[in-house]
């Protein structure tokens, strides 16, 4: 059966199956959480608003912070799903990104102060959108450390039908495989499809920063075509 190849970190994989192939994760990067005293930095700064950029970043802060009484935002509607699992509402823009995040932020707290809880590797988008607009607190929870794996024998068979990346950083250790490969790229949203096309590769399908959204655009042009 021919499959797909994910290259996400393992702490963000979920099953997925669909009628005509399959998706194989490798990991390129795993995730490291770094020790954060959520509630002396929250409350010495009067935050009000929390923004995360992954569900990994979520999970991170609610499994140590204490004070959670705060409002919530998603760069994207699986990033909310984990906030709502602990038992809170969580708002995200319908433009999943880090632009649509920054716009929501400035729309929903003008006047407050805002968290972002965030990857150690994560864009400066979002930042340079608040700066001089809202004050914000950009808090780095996790990095993204290189697993060294090799992808060739993945990405080299018969049976691949392409590759999802799904960030700059993983786009970044993959190029050399997808040149050597020739196979199609899959990327998650507008930033890391830049990452990928500033190294002169062009994804076949961009996806809106939704995991799930863009495996299902991936099944709708494999299955047509098998």
């Known amino acids: 059966m021919r499959y797909v190849l994910s290259v996400r970190p393992e ?3 979920k099953p997925v199956t669909t009628d005509c192939f399959s998706i194989i994760n490798v990991p390129v990067t795993d995730l490291k959480p770094i ?25 991170l802060f609610f499994i140590k912070a204490r004070n959670k009484a705060f409002r919530y935002f998603g760069i ?24 649509g995040l920054a716009n929501l932020l400035l729309s929903r707290c003008a006047g407050r102060r805002i968290a972002l809880i965030r990857s150690r590797s994560a864009n400066k988008i979002v930042n340079d959108r608040l700066k001089g607009k809202a004050f914000f607190l ?16 993945y990405l080299q068979s018969d049976d691949c039908a392409g ?11 993959a190029l050399p495989y997808i040149r050597a490969s020739g196979k199609p ?10 990452t ?15 995991f799930s959204d863009l495996v299902k655009k991936i099944k709708e042009y494999l299955c047509s075509i098998s």
């Open 76 to 99: 994207g509607k699986t990033t909310c799903e984990e906030v709502e699992r602990n038992g809170f509402r969580c708002e995200y823009p319908e433009r999943m990104d880090s632009e």
């Open 185 to 194: 790229v899959y990327s998650i949203g507008d930033v890391t499809t830049e």
């Open 11 to 13: 702490k963000k994989v």
């Open 196 to 210: 990928l096309e500033n190294a002169g590769v062009h994804p076949l399908i961009s996806g809106k920063s939704d």
């Open 163 to 173: 590759i999802i990346v799904t960030s700059s950083m993983e786009a970044e250790i």
């Open 35 to 59: 020790d954060i005293d959520y509630d002396d930095i929250l409350s010495e700064n009067n935050v009000e608003c929390i923004a995360f950029t992954s569900s990994y970043g979520a999970h």
């Open 138 to 153: 950009d808090i780095r929870n996790y990095e993204a450390v290189p697993t060294g794996v090799d992808l060739a024998q």
